[in-house]
């Protein structure tokens, strides 16, 4: 399948195969640059003005300027998608500091590198859907700018091992006693019929589903608090979810081996996911 995928890199389509950034580049020396992850349903984007603000936030938290206007951005993305012929794509966008000569300080006049690719999108399974999931607890042992959407991702890295270590997909991380985030997902939990998802600080990565859950949840008729949640009230919730642009919206059905609630999907979990399917179908 590369060898038919065709990518961006700074100013140029070609096939995945032919793609090369030299061994200086500083994502790849220090991990120095950011991402995005965009969701294509039916050959339209989803939530890009959402993505695209977080891109420019991330850019400017790390001082590169952006190489590309708002309209190229939208270009080179359409562009990519029209490529190829999956109805359901994921759009993978990143840029780093550039290429020069290893040194931890900033170079001067070294221009962007951006990188871009277009992926076939498989959702959740509906069997997954209807099982839920299975994650484990873990310390958040992550540096303190979670909310920069970093290519730097060892600790996520990390974290999501340790949960396939033990058989699980993904992980729920605390810190200090308060709930954080997946390795690559927020996390939302349920109690009383209600909604709570932790603030979205320097702690975590405020997701593009974390704006659409007060969406989702007003269509569903739900009440949503962000707040400090404790690792307590995630383990006595009713209900557990996760969210991300390549999950959606999952249910969670143990953690850490003990079942959530019943152990099975529940009704604010339904609610949420056909809320989700309707804001697809309007595809705003
Ligand atoms: N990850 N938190 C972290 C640490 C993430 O990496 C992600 C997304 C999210 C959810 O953000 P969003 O709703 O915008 O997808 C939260 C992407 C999908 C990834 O790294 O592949």
């Known amino acids: 399948m590369s060898s038919e995928q065709i990518v961006y890199l ?25 991402y995005e992850v965009v969701p294509v349903y039916g050959g339209r984007v989803f939530r890009w ?28 993305v359409q562009d ?23 040194d931890h300080a900033f170079p001067k006049g070294v221009a962007p590198t951006v990188f871009a690719m277009s992926s076939p999108l498989t959702l959740p399974t509906q069997a997954v859907r209807e099982a839920g999931i299975d994650v484990i607890t ?21 974290a999501r091992q340790a949960a396939a270590d033990a058989g699980a997909l993904e992980c729920i991380q ?51 608090t962000l707040r400090p949640i404790l690792r307590e009230e995630v383990l006595a919730a009713d209900e557990v979810m996760v969210t991300s642009a390549t999950k959606e919206i999952l249910p969670v059905a143990r953690i850490d081996g003990k079942p959530v609630g019943t152990g099975r999907p529940g009704p604010v979990y339904a609610a949420l996911y056909a809320a989700y399917q309707r804001a697809k179908a309007r595809h705003d």
């Open 174 to 224: 605390f810190r200090d006693g308060f709930m954080t985030e997946g390795s690559s997902s927020n996390i939302w939990i349920v109690r009383g019929g209600q909604v709570f998802g932790a603030v979205p600080d320097n702690r975590i990565l405020e997701g593009i589903r974390v704006g659409l859950m007060d969406e989702l949840c007003r269509d569903a008729g739900l009440a949503l």
């Open 10 to 34: 700074n100013g140029e389509l070609l096939p995945l195969d032919e793609a090369k950034v030299p061994v200086l580049d500083r994502g790849f020396i220090f991990g120095d640059g950011i």
């Open 138 to 158: 873990l310390p958040d042992v992550r540096w303190l700018h979670c909310d920069i959407k970093s290519i730097s991702l060892l600790g996520n890295v990390l």
């Open 49 to 76: 003005p959402h993505h695209h603000a977080r891109l420019e936030r991330s850019l400017k938290k790390i001082g590169i300027d952006n190489p590309m206007t708002a309209d190229e951005w939208t270009r080179l």
């Open 80 to 102: 990519l998608i029209a490529r190829h012929p999956w109805t359901d794509q994921f759009v993978y966008l990143h840029i780093t500091r550039g290429v020069a000569k290893r």
